[in-house]
């Protein structure tokens, strides 16, 4: 790992198949222990059921109000502050209960790769 500075460029946000906005802030082959995600759930929307094999994730919420399915936990609604940890491998999705976007980051350990993704749905 080198020492750096990385620009924040919001114009590099993308829609992902799993029903979210994403915006890759750090996920780099070169710091492969952890990557960092924007992550935007419009109003009205849920992401898919999905699961990471190998990678543990933690959602720290930014804005909004939300519900997360986390493997067998019971729904849980969740607002700005709010930090939810998923184990490797652990079903999980999230909805968009509020009336504005619900934002996110997405912190992935070891890094974000898209072969570990695994939709469910």
């Given at each position: ?5 990385l ?9 992902f198949?799993e029903?979210c ?33 190998g990678?543990a ?7 909004g109000?939300?519900?997360v399915e986390?493997?067998?936990?019971p729904?849980q ?9 998923i184990?490797p491998?652990?079903r ?28 469910l749905?």
């Amino acid at each position: 790992m080198k020492a750096r500075i990385l620009p924040h460029d919001p114009a590099g946000e993308y829609w992902f198949e799993e029903g979210c906005f994403v915006l890759e802030m750090l996920n780099d082959a070169d710091d492969p222990a952890l990557s960092v995600a924007h992550i935007r759930v419009p109003v009205g929307g849920t992401t898919r059921w999905h699961r990471l094999a190998g990678i543990a994730e933690r959602y720290l919420i930014q804005s909004g109000r939300g519900r997360v399915e986390v493997g067998d936990l019971p729904p849980q609604d969740v607002g700005a502050g709010a930090v939810v940890v998923i184990p490797p491998g652990v079903r999980q999705r999230v909805a968009n209960t509020g009336e504005s976007d619900l934002v996110f980051l997405a912190l992935c350990t070891p890094r974000f790769v898209p072969s570990a993704y695994a939709a469910l749905d």
